[in-house]
């Protein structure tokens, strides 16, 4: 076992100073439920500046009244305008008023206009002129707008229809969706609609998911329940099938790309060629393991070629769209994890590979942009630690990096538009948030926030991080184990596992407090220890640590699981037969197996949103990281909790949304059932209206909920 660090306290005065006795910290209060969950009535968090964004090369600052521009080489800061007098302009065309200016933004590098967004309304107003410019009346029930700066086009959906400009673009009965995100927002897809770059045209997503099983939820608030039916293929039926459109809002026709029989396909990641004239996509199978990044006319709709093909035995997900670059036309960037971390390659369109750009043991997590005058771009990577997301500016010429920004903890990027500077947002363990701007050229940095610590006048628990070797005996897998403020070594302390355990998700993180969430600080408080260990299928670690759970998805995790329980036994502060564990969703699949699986290890689990049968989830994740039921029967069958119902020895508390349509309610009830059937007894808990978790207000009762049970078991 190696501890990297650890973070202590925490009492940050004015001054910086950090102390960690205990004794001063008896004389401060503990944060309650309602301090650290979010919809908590006195929820604390780290002060942040909202809207924060560029025109130009300017930096652009909204406040509550007023909008100003900060010079990114001196800081220097200058009103722009204010909120009282874009509020005349607005009454005096009837469109009401702002309530602050969080959300305006200012596309336009070379003119003095911003973009309003009201409910039902798109406005352009030039501060210079003082006049409205343009408006754009959505009707009430649009969604999914798409407004395109350069044209002035406005793309929205009613109900499961395509509109631009106020005219309907298709006309679908239920069941065939447009302009909507498709295949269950995997692949990266977040939205069914793509502006070509003069705006001028739009590529759409067509869904018909009439041949899918609906799947039934009741609505409780009617005067009598009332059935919301939803599409929800599961895995190994049938799918829904999706085609591609592009819409001429001049001519006002839309052509459809001739894909073929799109039966059993997933069509990812569009993006439009420079000159418009191709759109590009990333096809796979359904077996999701042969990709090919296909190149069709837009003028036809026909195919005219495929640049490349990537297989995998396991599975291959793309996620990011090609980019091409700005300087040059012919050539663009491709995102892939051939080598075994998701790296940048540079292609010709010819479909020729020019050179690998980044290579290494870490992983590119996101493109933010280029510098077309240096011919260089920048990225968020892991190449300092898989714990951290630091910004690097990458020369396309040599591939050579040079780091941008601290090099500690996680930092988010909102690059200029010439790529010279940079609106660096990061926390660290020890800082909750800063905001810097940074010249990408020399890094030169301007502090625009240091954000003070908000349980600063509060007791908090210690927080270390380490690693531990996995069930492989060759992993190394990070942990975080908070301590109660007031710990003492010579005592017995219950310690709490809380789990998540699956794909794209990493809970011990180089930021703030490591990741910890607002309960975990709560519990650790009332005397729990709390631990969390990132086990082999869990994110930011490569594509062999994540595939290592192909087709058995819990068991690997599990064993994990037990490997950092047994670190924790040979603490000697940890009460051995006093060990629970909590996770939602993948994580309430976890802690449902790992009470199943190891029920002489766990004694209290309190599980939220389960997958309990992986032939209930759905197609898309499913299907990737289990293949189908029909194609693999043992393992469907060895991870389908149902049938371990009769091991539950310990107390167990299944939670559940009554509108879940992401882990549906069958995987619960269908468990409860099954523990009927074997004289076994857990608990159950509903929370009606909700979706896949619990949201607003009701979080705090949630988070009460699981704490009085472990507090009442464990």
């Not at 493109?367 to 396309?396: C, D, H, R, W």
């Not at 600080?521 to 005397?527: E, P, Q, R, V």
């Not at 207000?697 to 049970?709: M, P």
Request: hydrophobic share 35%; glycine share 8%.
């Amino acid at each position: 076992m190696k501890i990297i660090s650890k973070w202590m306290g925490v009492i940050l005065l004015a001054s910086s100073a950090l102390f960690t006795t205990n004794v001063m910290a008896q004389d401060l209060k503990k944060p309650t439920l309602e301090d650290l969950i979010p919809g908590g009535e006195t929820y604390r968090f780290a002060k942040s500046l909202y809207g924060l964004q560029w025109w130009g090369d300017t930096c652009i600052k909204p406040e509550i009244d007023s909008l100003f521009a900060v010079n990114p080489k001196t800081g220097k800061e200058t009103l722009l305008l204010t909120r009282e007098r874009i509020n005349q302009a607005l009454e005096q065309e009837k469109l009401g008023k702002l309530s602050h200016l969080y959300q305006v933004s200012l596309p336009w590098a070379e003119k003095t206009q911003l973009l309003i967004t009201l409910p039902d309304n798109y406005i352009v107003y030039d501060w210079k002129a003082d006049k409205i410019i343009s408006k754009q009346a959505l009707p009430e029930k649009a969604a999914n707008e798409d407004y395109n700066t350069v044209s002035g086009h406005i793309a929205y959906t009613l109900n499961n229809n395509l509109y631009v400009n106020d005219r309907a673009v298709t006309n679908k009965p239920e069941g065939i969706v447009c302009g909507q995100s498709v295949h269950r927002n995997e692949f990266g897809i977040s939205k069914g609609a793509y502006w070509s770059p003069k705006g001028d045209l739009l590529a759409f997503y067509r869904m018909d998911e009439s041949m899918v099983t609906q799947y039934p939820l009741v609505d409780i608030t009617a005067r009598v329940g009332e059935l919301n039916n939803v599409r929800y293929p599961m895995a190994g039926m049938t799918s829904h099938k999706v085609t591609v459109g592009i819409y001429n809002p001049e001519t006002q026709k839309t052509i459809y790309l001739n894909a073929g029989d799109p039966t059993d396909r997933y069509f990812t990641n569009i993006s439009w060629a420079p000159d418009a004239k191709s759109l590009y996509l990333i096809e796979l199978n359904r077996d999701q393991n042969h990709a090919k990044l296909c190149q069709y006319s837009v003028e036809t709709g026909e195919l005219i070629g495929t640049l490349f093909e990537e297989t995998h035995p396991k599975y291959v997900e793309p996620q990011h769209p090609i980019v091409f670059l700005p300087w040059d036309n012919s050539k663009f960037i491709y995102q892939s994890q051939r080598d075994g971390f998701n790296h940048l390659y540079l292609y010709g369109t010819d479909g020729k590979l020019v050179k690998q750009l980044t290579s290494g043991n870490w992983l590119v997590q996101d493109v933010l942009g280029f510098n077309s005058g240096k011919k260089e771009i920048i990225i968020a990577s892991t190449e300092y630690s898989p714990l951290q997301s630091n910004l690097f500016k990458v020369s396309i010429a040599t591939g050579n990096r040079s780091p941008l920004g601290t090099p500690e903890g996680i930092h988010h990027g909102t690059l200029s538009a010439s790529g010279s500077y940079l609106i660096d947002t990061y926390s660290s363990p020890e800082v909750p948030r800063s905001i810097n701007l940074i010249a990408t050229q020399n890094g030169k940095s301007i502090n625009l926030l240091t954000a003070e610590d908000p349980f600063k006048d509060f007791t908090m628990p210690s927080i270390e991080v380490g690693t531990i070797k996995a069930a492989d005996g060759m992993t190394d897998l990070y942990y975080r184990l908070i301590k109660p403020a007031d710990f003492d070594p010579n005592k017995k302390y219950p310690t709490i596992v809380y789990v998540y355990g699956g794909p794209h998700a990493q809970m011990v993180t180089g930021g703030w407090q490591n990741g910890a969430r607002g309960w975990d600080i709560y519990m650790a408080n009332k005397g729990y220890i709390m631990f969390s260990l990132d086990n082999r299928g869990s994110d930011n670690r490569g594509l062999e640590f994540e595939n290592a759970t192909f087709r058995h998805l819990g068991i690997e995790e599990g064993k994990d699981q037990v490997k950092g329980v047994e670190f924790l036994k040979s603490l000697p502060y940890v009460d051995g037969n006093r060990i629970g564990v909590h996770g939602w969703s993948f994580g309430g699949h976890m802690t449902t197996a790992l009470l199943l699986r190891y029920p002489e290890i766990f004694k209290v689990g309190v599980a939220g949103g389960p997958v309990i049968d992986w032939g209930y989830y759905e197609i898309m994740y499913g299907e990737r990281y289990m293949d189908t039921p029909q194609s693999n029967p043992e393992g469907y069958k060895e991870c389908n909790l149902k049938n371990l119902a009769g091991n539950l020895k310990g107390h167990l508390l299944l939670i559940h949304d009554d509108h879940d349509d992401t882990c549906v309610p069958q995987h619960t009830l269908s468990f409860i059932k099954a523990c009927v059937d074997a004289r076994t007894y857990p608990d159950l808990f509903i929370y009606p209206t909700h979706k896949h978790n619990v949201r607003g207000r009701d979080r705090v009762h949630l988070h009460e909920k699981i704490t009085r049970y472990f507090e009442e078991h464990l």
